[in-house]
């Protein structure tokens, strides 16, 4: 299915500015009532360090109204400021044939996540979690007679605990995350714009599970984007507990859709690198979600070249 919210979080403008916080080059482009946020940044690969792509991340934002005018701005502003190609992945509003047709090709690996699970908040609380696996709503049943307490961040130096789980959880399952300097950058700028929380499950005094979701108050969505826990936090189901309490606080927050960010194909085998935690995801009665993927347009001559030497290789 389609998404239910018109734009993704990283189209809107609180996440713009974040960017900006972070200290990222960004391009806003308007028009009457349009807007898309881009980032330039270096290229991948081996040779990314000599190129540079504008990159609209889960954009720009496409109806049947702005769709030709918008990609029109955007090839001249990647013209203006001299990039040598452009990187976008629009949601909706567009189908594979008009993109080819506007000179982009479709890339083989996308970028951001192509598939997500949505969860719709409008049947309530007490209807959802009727829906959510049985472990689940076990494990939330066992949360509110007392295994665990959910606390709210409101102190930037709770990011030293989220970040000595996080550190646990990568040596765990191998993973590599980002910076700590990044996740201070984000509880701050969630905290500060009343757009996000961080949130940790307690038991028996100990933090043992934490999560970091961020609000696009515009669109009523909630995203679900990281997430770090202890060893002993599997046994308390304090991660999926965890999850459960983010859900009924978005809807107590006049939230309308919650985004788990990010899941594999419905079909993808066992074996897949997103596989478990996609599974969890799923546990929670969201609805499949599929994005169009990236799409990439050559600006400059030295790409196209660079373009014909890879099919050679």
Not at 234 to 251: H, Q
Request: one cysteine or more.
């Amino acid at each position: 299915m389609t998404p239910p919210y018109e734009r993704h979080l990283l189209q809107s403008r609180v996440w713009f500015e974040f960017q900006k916080v972070l200290g990222n080059d960004v391009i806003e482009i308007s028009s009457e009532a349009m807007s898309a946020y881009g980032v330039v940044e270096k290229s991948d690969g081996k040779f990314g360090k000599f190129f540079k792509r504008l990159y609209f991340p889960y954009g720009p934002t496409l109806d049947s109204k702005n769709k030709n005018k918008i990609l029109e701005l955007i090839d001249e502003k990647a013209r203006s400021i001299g990039v040598d190609y452009v990187r976008i992945e629009p949601i909706s509003g567009a189908t594979s044939k008009w993109l080819s047709e506007k000179g982009y090709k479709k890339m083989s690996k996308s970028f951001q996540p192509s598939n997500t699970s949505v969860i719709d908040l409008g049947s309530g609380w007490d209807k959802l979690l009727m829906e959510f696996r049985t472990s689940n709503r076990q494990g939330w049943r066992k949360a509110e007679a007392g295994a665990l307490i959910f606390e709210k961040s409101q102190n930037i130096k709770d990011v030293d605990d989220f970040w000595k789980m996080l550190k646990d959880t990568e040596s765990r399952t191998s993973t590599h995350m980002k910076s700590k300097d990044y996740f201070v950058t984000m509880v701050e700028f969630i905290l500060k714009n009343r757009c996000g929380e961080l949130i940790f499950a307690v038991h028996e005094g100990k933090r043992i599970a934490s999560t970091i979701v961020f609000d696009d108050v515009e669109q009523r969505c909630r995203y679900y984007l990281y997430a770090a826990s202890y060893p002993e936090a599997r046994k308390l189901d304090a991660g999926a507990s965890l999850v459960s309490f983010t859900i009924k606080d978005a809807i107590d927050s006049g939230l309308a859709y919650y985004d788990l960010f990010g899941v594999s194909p419905p079909d993808a085998p066992q074996d897949h690198r997103w596989y478990g935690f996609s599974k969890f995801k799923r546990s929670f009665a969201g609805n499949d979600v599929e994005f169009l993927g990236d799409w990439e347009k050559t600006v400059t001559y030295r790409h196209k070249v660079l373009n014909v030497l890879r099919k050679l290789r």
